[in-house]
């Protein structure tokens, strides 16, 4: 329960925030989410997880409510606060402004870390060895175990400078700190990796830029980090992030966080992949064999080549259709799972083998002095070898799990590419299509407490879409919709007269084009939102003749460069045009006379191209459940809203929405997604 001091905290907190913070707005719906967050994470609700969604449109200051409630409970919890974004740039506004902002305001002292994932950070021993002279000349090296081949003159060059630029401590170690950071080949050669890091016993710990900024992280109160590195961190048993029963997470933009999630309960490796991996197995138990002296191991290269080779003659005999072959919700046929287990036996006997190598050559190093450039060599080798060895047992084990009628089925395919030598590689994928409840497992069920939030949190005015996605059963947690604090009633969305339909995309790119050049004004700010880069550019190509003034277009710019253009040209007095797809439907905020007008070609009908979305539906229509109904149309009035949210971005903004899609007029949903946009002025053509 919220005892009294703690409600005085985070009153203090808010109070502070109105005299700290410039441009302060005291908004009720700010309130009402500091509220609502207080009350939920220390169990005001009967019956209910310490867990609340909040939908908290833009204007509604939710990262200050958000910050003003948890850091004083995540305090008096002692427990860590973990703020996760889904992207990058919200991540620097929260470390960068948001949070120094909350270090004068909060009633409460707190310290503060930037969370970043193991790669990001350089393996100190390793870039020391690649960079010695007798790296180059060790017949480890010779050997290209785990390097692919010997770095060039150049790549030693870059290395070498990095290796200075660290000993002078003008470089923290984080690949992000660099000015020009190297290939991600060659840096994956120097990242931390912690299937080939010594962790304690490596003579650089101390020195170590990962352990160095883990230490900041565990020593902190609040942790910044993002949706990919707190789902793999937790994925991986917390080599990062503290236990989740020790924490509050905040996930900023909850509405990426299925995404994100599906991406990481997927698993592949390819047949090239699979026999590069038993030969470099192979070489470093010989490497060990011969500084041990040990009895030579049995070789399972041969048995892989030809499995694999049999398992090939099957696979190229499948109708792969733009290099994809998407095996059927019944699961994969016996005859190439009786191949793909042979495999895994094989590979499960080199593994063994392999790792009573790899605790004979520990058991040697302990016993016997040996160089440290052999030892840091053989060690990176072992663990290079166990990851990927590891990988391909989890991958063959996966592709060959018998499905349960009683859940979700398994998506798994195969994608083919052309080696150099023209023969095929194929890769074999398995991935989970339903990610809600090992979410429910890992997270909703052990965390200290949650805050879900964005700007658009619901899908048709409701939060089952995001529920199902998650894996959240709306009677076990709190659930709150803030009311925008703009005059969105101002605001024109018009459903363009258009005769043709989006399903016919040459009649109606040519449409879209004609209303452009009729609506758009040259002298102002618009911004033309396409669910297609084909389409895109046809209108682009109709159009650039047709209007005075610069058209900025998606692809022949960086985004970062198009609003920079933009911006500038609506401070020279000029007009200017956007055309973009779904990375300008959201995260854009243009406010003021930088935008006017937002146009949209279309609905966002997610059309189900990737194999985990077409095993999907296939798997709702199984069991006679409408996919459309479901899935599309709830994401399409979500994508609408996120689209319709690029025009007012403050309490002054005004303009126009004008969309040319006559399916918001001539088909049933039309009505349930208009119904569900804020509460614009409707204009019907």
């Not at 925030?17 to 169990?43: D, H, P, V, Y």
Request: charged share 25%; hydrophobic share 35%.
């Amino acid at each position: 329960m919220l005892s009294p001091e703690l409600k005085q905290q985070i009153r203090s907190s808010f109070d502070g925030a109105k005299t700290q913070l410039n441009n302060f707005s005291n908004r009720s719906s700010q309130n009402k989410m500091i509220a609502e967050i207080s009350k939920t994470l220390m169990g005001e609700y009967p019956n209910s997880n310490p867990i609340i969604c909040v939908e908290a449109p833009t204007g509604t200051g939710k990262t200050m409510a958000y910050l003003v409630s948890c850091l004083p409970i995540a305090k008096a919890l002692k427990k860590k606060l973990i703020i996760a974004s889904a992207n990058v740039a919200l991540q620097e506004q929260i470390l960068n402004k948001d949070i120094v902002e909350a270090t004068k305001y909060a009633s409460v002292d707190f310290e503060f870390a930037l969370a970043k994932g193991r790669s990001r950070y350089v393996c100190i021993r390793n870039l020391i060895n690649l960079t010695e002279e007798n790296s180059n000349s060790t017949e480890l090296f010779e050997d290209a175990l785990l390097w692919d081949e010997k770095p060039t003159k150049n790549d030693l060059d870059i290395l070498s400078e990095m290796v200075e630029s660290y000993s002078s401590k003008s470089w923290s170690g984080e690949i992000d700190d660099l000015e020009s950071p190297p290939e991600n080949s060659l840096w994956q050669k120097i990242a931390c990796n912690r299937f080939t890091c010594n962790s304690k016993n490596c003579e650089f710990y101390n020195d170590c830029s990962f352990f160095k900024a883990r230490k900041r992280a565990s020593n902190s109160d609040v942790i910044i980090a993002n949706h990919d590195l707190v789902l793999a961190d937790i994925i991986n048993g917390n080599n990062v992030l503290p236990d989740v029963e020790d924490c509050i997470f905040i996930f900023d933009e909850a509405h990426h966080l299925s995404q994100k999630a599906l991406s990481h309960f997927s698993i592949g490796g390819s047949t090239e992949f699979m026999k590069t991996s038993i030969r470099q197995s192979q070489g470093s138990i010989e490497q060990i064999i011969k500084i041990t002296k040990s009895k030579a191991a049995d070789s399972y290269i041969e048995k892989v080549d030809e499995s694999i080779k049999d398992l090939i003659e099957l696979i190229s005999e499948l109708d792969f259709k733009d290099d994809t072959f998407l095996f059927s919700i019944k699961g994969i046929p016996n005859e190439i799972t009786n191949l793909t287990k042979k495999l895994f036996v094989i590979f499960n006997s080199a593994y063994n083998d392999f790792c009573q190598f790899k605790e004979q050559w520990e058991e040697f190093v302990k016993a016997n002095k040996i160089d440290q450039p052999t030892t840091d060599n053989i060690n990176n080798i072992v663990g290079q070898n166990n990851q990927n060895l590891s990988s391909i047992l989890s991958l063959l084990s996966t592709f060959n799990q018998i499905q349960d009628p009683e859940k979700p089925p398994l998506s798994n395919w195969i994608n083919q590419s052309r080696l150099a030598n023209k023969k095929y590689n194929y890769q074999l994928n398995s991935a989970k299509i339903d990610v809600s409840t090992s979410l429910k497992n890992m997270i909703w069920s052990k965390a200290a407490g949650v805050v879900l939030t964005s700007a658009t949190l619901t899908a048709l005015g409701s939060f089952d879409r995001l529920n199902q996605q998650i894996g959240l059963n709306a009677l076990d947690n709190q659930y709150l919709r803030l009311p925008s604090p703009f005059d969105h009633k101002s605001v024109e969305f018009i459903v363009g007269k258009i005769k043709s339909s989006p399903t016919n995309t040459y009649e109606h790119s040519q449409e879209v084009a004609q209303e452009l050049i009729k609506r758009i004004d040259s002298q102002s700010a618009s911004l033309v939102l396409f669910a297609s880069n084909n389409q895109m550019q046809e209108v682009a190509d109709l159009l650039e003749k047709s209007v005075d003034c610069e058209l900025l277009i998606q692809g022949e710019y960086s985004k970062k460069n198009i609003l920079e253009r933009h911006i500038q040209n609506r401070k020279n007095g000029k007009g200017s045009i956007i055309f973009g797809l779904d990375s300008f439907a959201e995260g854009v905020d243009l406010k003021g006379d930088n935008l006017n007008h937002v146009f949209i070609s279309k609905l966002r009908f997610s059309v189900p191209t990737s194999p985990i979305e077409m095993t999907t539906q296939s798997y709702l229509e199984s069991m006679n459940r409408n996919a459309f109904m479901e899935i599309s149309l709830p994401d399409a009035s979500l994508r609408l809203i996120q689209a319709c949210g690029r025009l007012i971005r403050t309490e002054t903004d005004s303009g126009t929405i004008t969309i040319f899609d006559n399916r918001l007029i001539t088909k049933f949903y039309g009505k349930l997604l208009l119904k569900a946009l804020p509460e614009f002025k409707i204009v019907v053509e």
